[in-house]
């Protein structure tokens, strides 16, 4: 059973718009979220995180946003450029469970961020 | 600045064999984290060490082992090696346990098993 699902596997977003990446949990105990980004042949590369005591952060052109009574976390990227296009992991930590060193992964998300 | 480096690269293994990856962090950083990322998923927790001691582990097999150096590199130990070992493994380091540093991954070592 997956603790971190991100239901869309693909995502396609022409370039200047808004791009919105979905990530669903199901542990109540995970209580910092970030988001990886990850191009082919590369190591995952951390975008933005945030702890569960925040609803928003906020960082240049990405924000996330956390919704704790829907365990729902989305990441923004506006605008979306073509160097964008990769594929995006949420990850979650149940910090104060002791398991600081565990990150939890959600599948992945390819974005496309057409010219 | 070096980034994290894992060496090798790639790596090509029979079944029933053993394989050893190693990872040096980042200059300063203590602790060293490794995932396994197979085909379509994300990564999955497999060690922790921060100062040369098991922090954490994840639900792998007892094939799996692994140890941080003096210098805080590290190396991941897998014995018997079966197909669903074949993988992307990766590495990340951090100032120290927690998550408020971040992690920092290299760019993994590709194992495949035939």
């Known amino acids: 059973d997956q603790q971190v699902k991100q239901n869309s596997p693909s995502l396609s977003v022409q370039e200047g718009r808004i791009s919105i990446l979905n990530c669903d949990y199901t542990?109540?105990?995970?209580?910092?979220f970030l988001w990886y980004k990850k191009y082919p042949a590369e190591g995952p590369t951390f975008l933005i995180s945030?702890?569960?005591?925040?609803d928003k952060n906020e960082d240049g052109r990405f924000t996330v946003f956390l919704n704790k009574s829907a365990k729902h976390l989305s990441l923004h990227i506006v605008p979306s450029q073509p160097g964008d296009s990769a594929v995006y992991f949420c990850a979650a930590s149940d910090r104060l469970g002791g398991s600081q060193g565990n990150l939890i992964f959600g599948k992945g998300t390819k974005l496309s961020v057409k010219p | 600045d070096a980034g994290v480096t894992q060496s090798p690269t790639h790596l090509i293994k029979t079944r029933g064999q053993q394989v050893t990856l190693r990872c040096s962090p980042i200059s300063g950083h203590k602790s060293v984290s490794w995932y396994q990322q197979v085909l379509g998923q994300g990564p999955q927790f497999i060690f922790q060490?921060?100062?040369?001691?098991?922090?954490g582990r994840g639900n792998f097999p007892d094939r799996f082992s692994a140890r941080q150096f003096p210098n805080y590199s590290s190396e991941l130990n897998v014995n018997a090696l079966l197909l669903g070992d074949s993988a992307l493994y990766l590495c990340a380091s951090s100032l120290a346990g927690g998550m408020n540093y971040g992690y920092t991954f290299g760019s993994g070592t590709r194992l495949t098993v035939v």
């Open positions: 945030i702890s569960s005591i925040k």
């Open positions: 542990n109540s105990m995970f209580d910092y």
């Open positions: 060490y921060y100062e040369k001691e098991e922090r």
